[in-house]
Antibody
Framework: EVQLVESGGGLAKPGESLRLSCTAS????????MTWVRQAPGRGLEWVGR??????????DFAAPVRGRFTISRDDSKNTLYLQMNSLKTDDTAVYYC??????????WGQGALVTVSS | QSALTQPPSASGSPGQSVTITCTGT?????????VSWYQQHPGKAPKLMIY???KRPSGVPDRFSGSKSANTASLTVSGLQTEDEADYYC??????????FGGGTKLTVL
């Protein structure tokens, strides 16, 4: 059974940093492409970014609002995905989901981690 | 990248069919066959219902179907059931390694 468990959410002040983790199980993590998707309170889904598997280059891509501030990395030895969020803004307040991504779709989602950015 | 356009709400009675549309451009929906639909119940994570325009993941009832014409994708739910009441989001690959979502449609089963 595929499981994705996010952790590391919490409260941060504008300008601060936060790192989310997503621990995966039930599939071969090292060959998977993974994404982060967020959802602001009462709002819709927003794609944040994606990381390819190392065998496919391990490259990352990001949505315009977070490009240059967020990075995605992975530790295949720990089956763990990371989202490093720097220079946080109040607009970054959202539930952040990690997802298993295949052919343009997020086939499995974690339960989400709440990030609140407020002074 | 602009969000895809969905109607904010849709409704139908149990047993009826309802179709939710998702309008994009030739740079996203019209240009690729990577349209997906997600169902989200309140307080829960989204669940994939349709991928690659028409395909259903294992376990998704065949009451759910997807289609696409030009720059508009559609999700049809046939034989509505009370448990189908949820928010539905479309998404599409948008080129240049980007993905875009629709604003969501709240489906009410009357």
């Amino acid at each position: 059974e595929v499981q994705l468990v996010e952790s590391g959410g919490g409260l941060a002040k504008p300008g601060e940093s936060l790192r989310l983790s997503c621990t995966a199980s039930g599939f071969t993590f090292s060959t998977a492409w993974m994404t982060w998707v967020r959802q602001a309170p009462g709002r819709g889904l927003e794609w944040v970014g994606r990381i390819k598997s190392k065998t496919d280059g391990g490259t990352t891509d990001f949505a315009a609002p977070v490009r240059g501030r967020f990075t995605i990395s992975r530790d295949d030895s720990k089956n763990t995905l990371y989202l490093q969020m720097n220079s946080l803004k109040t607009d970054d307040t959202a539930v952040y989901y990690c997802t298993l991504y295949t052919f343009g779709s997020s086939h499995y989602w974690g339960q989400g981690a709440l990030v609140t950015v407020s002074s | 990248q602009s969000a895809l356009t969905q109607p904010p709400s849709a409704s139908g009675s149990p047993g009826q069919s309802v179709t939710i549309t998702c309008t994009g451009t030739s740079s996203d929906i019209g240009g690729y066959s990577y349209v997906s639909w997600y169902q989200q119940h309140p307080g829960k994570a989204p669940k994939l219902m349709i991928y690659e325009v028409t395909k259903r993941p294992s376990g998704v009832p065949d009451r759910f179907s997807g289609s696409k014409s030009a720059n508009t994708a559609s999700l049809t739910v046939s034989g509505l059931q009370t448990e189908d009441e949820a928010d539905y989001y479309c998404s599409s690959y948008a080129g240049s390694n980007n993905l875009v979502f629709g604003g969501g449609t709240k489906l009410t089963v009357l």
